[in-house]
């Protein structure tokens, strides 16, 4: 009980310094907010594959990379309103995500994560293939570029219904068999879950989160869409922001997400760092650091630091 | 965990090639393929020859990537990433004024003393833990390596004096450049020399064993961290070879081995993961593939290069999840 207590505060006060910060925050600052947001939907996605159904994926970028193509392409040609691009790229990203999750059925651990990061690096190239109609590695703009301001609560939006539609997807029955074919997949087919399903449904569901992200990515970077914004860097940094805040953690995951999109820029405020790509440099180090001294991520250090305060409490026997 | 250990027993226990008589069979008619097709066609001759050379790069990193693998059971997904950090070693030698042989051989060193102190400080804490955690460390390390180089020496092309020059030999109509004749007896040679230090040395015999049957290896006083840890020096100063010779055809970049890692995967996953022949074999395959497809094929143009190395790894993966030369495994529950 007071734990969901504790949730919901926090639950309100997050909500209320987004919604704070609309008005506070200037126009570059607002830009920045919504890659955070955007990280958010990519890392929520993940999650639910690799945090909550143990199937590791490298090639979230993939998927972002289809979801903006989405955007820009039904803006471009058919100057389509940039909102209902949004739920189009999360229908065409979730296809995606099954077709992918069919094959993947048959792979796991190590060969899984080949797969996707082959995935990650192959499917930038195929615009620069077909630049006839995605303007090769010029990339190809949406009619309208929207305005920060514009862009901070659309994105925002979307960041709390990724929040609410996993929540309520991972608290039922469909997060159970996810959960339990993530702990044991026999004991799980045993228990008469269907892998098949359940797996390619958490791909699905991954991807089109993913998409819904590259979408908003697009737009965020002036209504681009250009091969090179979609690299295999954006894939590892999707994995990581998921991992260094802890997988299976749908909290952690805004800890993930403010980690990816403000390092850049609060790094490159430090003097030595400033220049070049020093950002990567740190970014590197705090993920290994991380991974080597905080198993399960901040959001896992958190609960271990929560657990050890509770049974102190209930060991000491001058607090009762 | 019984599961992963009974596994990790199947597996250690095959020795050999592994390859089977109709694999065998199947190479031997795809040589006599390339042989005839050669004799017939200057063209397909050449783009053999070329295929080869950039096969046999591939066939390095890919090497490098199934070492690691069989010995700590780790795909580094920084291979890639490590082996463009010791080339662009070698680019700052070159630029103090040593020669270009001098320098080759230094970053050499240089790349063996990374891969040691990358598995001692990196991975050997984090070994035995899930294969997410140790798919980001080397994931974080891509990055890292990324970001220091390009800090160091930035983004823009660098080029390097030529190793092998510009000369291209004519052989009855056929041109072969020299530059593609040089890759391919560098990288085969390394390949050759590291095969004749496993199976030939005690200190290959004590790798071997390390990888194999750790515990039974430490039981007879091998001393199985420091094997792990010269297995993976060895890796990184293959993959410092596929590297250097990369940089002659595609020159400096700090992105210049994304792409050959995913061919070196691909390659890998065809020779079966384990199978340092079968990913020696998988890489020369994947090369000439590539080139003659390029070649005859109209819509395969460079651009997928990429997807279809990414299609042919799903392929091997989903029909034949062994490789070539892989071994079927066990898996006990």
């Not at chain 1, 505060?9 to 506070?24: G, H, N, P, Y």
């Not at chain 2, 393929?33 to 053999?48: R, V, Y």
């Not at chain 2, 955690?133 to 974080?140: C, N, R």
Request: proline fraction near 3%.
């Amino acid at each position: 009980m007071r734990g969901a207590i504790v949730r919901a505060l926090t639950l309100a006060v997050v909500a209320a310094v987004v919604v704070a910060l609309a008005f506070e925050l200037s126009d570059y600052h607002k830009g920045l907010a919504v890659r955070v947001a955007i990280y958010y939907i990519a890392i929520v996605g993940l999650n639910i594959l690799t945090g909550y159904t143990g199937q590791i994926s490298i090639g979230h970028g993939a998927f972002m990379a289809i979801g903006g193509y989405t955007t820009a392409i039904m803006s471009f040609y058919h100057h389509t309103n940039l909102v209902v691009t949004l739920p189009l790229s999360f229908a065409i990203t979730f296809g995606c995500g099954v077709a992918v999750g069919i094959p993947a059925l048959r792979l796991s651990g190590v060969y899984l994560a080949l797969a996707t990061f082959a995935l990650a690096v192959s499917v930038p190239q195929l615009p620069l293939k077909w630049s006839k109609w995605t303007g090769g590695s010029n990339g190809l703009r949406t009619h309208t570029t929207p305005s920060n301001e514009w862009l901070y609560e659309v994105a925002w939006t979307c960041a709390a219904l990724a929040f609410v539609g996993a929540w309520l997807l991972l608290r039922g029955r469909t997060g159970r068999a996810f959960r339990s074919i993530r702990d044991s997949e026999l004991a799980a087919a045993s228990s008469g879950i269907s892998l098949p399903i359940y797996k390619t449904l958490a791909f699905g569901i991954s991807a089109a989160f993913a998409g819904v992200a590259g979408s908003l990515f697009v737009l965020v970077t002036n209504g681009f869409a250009q091969p090179n914004e979609f690299g295999v860097i954006l894939s590892l940094q999707i994995l990581i922001g998921a991992a260094v805040a802890g997988l299976g953690s749908l909290w952690g995951g805004l800890v993930g997400a403010l980690f990816v999109g403000l390092l850049p820029e609060i790094s490159s405020s430090v003097p030595v760092l400033g220049s070049g790509h020093g950002q990567d440099v740190v970014f590197g180090l705090i993920v290994i650091l991380v991974m080597l001294l905080l198993p399960h991520g901040v959001a896992g250090f958190l609960r271990t630091i929560d657990s050890r305060f509770k049974s102190a409490i209930k060991s000491d026997p001058t607090a009762s | 965990m019984a599961t992963a250990i009974s596994r990790a027993t199947a597996t250690r226990t095959k020795i050999g090639t592994g390859a089977s008589l109709p694999v065998v069979l199947g190479i031997l008619a795809a040589c006599l393929f390339l042989a005839i097709g050669s004799l017939k066609s200057d063209i397909f001759a050449q783009q053999t020859v070329a295929g080869l050379a950039q096969g046999a790069i591939y066939a390095s990193l890919a090497l490098a990537l199934v070492l690691i693998y069989r010995a700590t059971e780790v795909i580094n997904f920084a291979q890639g990433e490590m082996a463009m950090a010791t080339t662009y070693i070698a680019y700052q030698l070159t630029l103090w004024g040593l020669s270009y042989w001098l320098s080759f051989f230094l970053s050499l060193v240089i790349g063996f003393a990374l891969g040691v102190v990358v598995y001692g400080v990196l991975i050997r804490p984090v070994q035995h833990r899930s294969v997410i955690a140790l798919v980001i460390v080397t994931v974080g390390l891509f990055i890292l390596i990324d970001g220091l180089v390009t800090w160091k020496w930035g983004a823009d092309l660098k080029f390097m004096p030529a190793p092998f020059g510009n000369h291209v030999y004519r052989a009855g109509g056929v041109s072969f450049a020299q530059q593609d004749i040089g890759v391919l007896l560098v990288s085969i040679l390394s390949v050759i020399l590291l095969w004749v230090l496993f199976r030939f040395t005690k200190l290959g015999l004590a790798m071997r064993a390390a990888a194999l049957r750790p515990a039974a290896a430490s039981l007879v006083g091998v001393r199985v961290d420091w094997m792990l840890a010269i297995g993976w020096g060895l890796a990184a100063t293959l993959g410092a070879v596929a590297g250097l010779m990369t940089e002659p055809s595609v020159f400096l970049t700090p992105t210049m081995m994304q792409p050959i890692l995913l061919y070196a995967f691909a390659a890998a996953v065809l020779g079966g993961l384990e199978s340092p022949a079968g990913s020696v074999v998988g890489g020369l395959a994947i090369g000439v593939f590539l080139n003659l497809i390029g070649q005859y094929v109209g819509w395969a143009t460079s651009e997928l290069r990429l997807p279809i190395a990414f299609f042919v790894l799903l392929v091997v993966l989903l029909l034949k999840p062994n490789g070539l030369f892989g071994r079927r495994q066990v898996r006990r529950v």
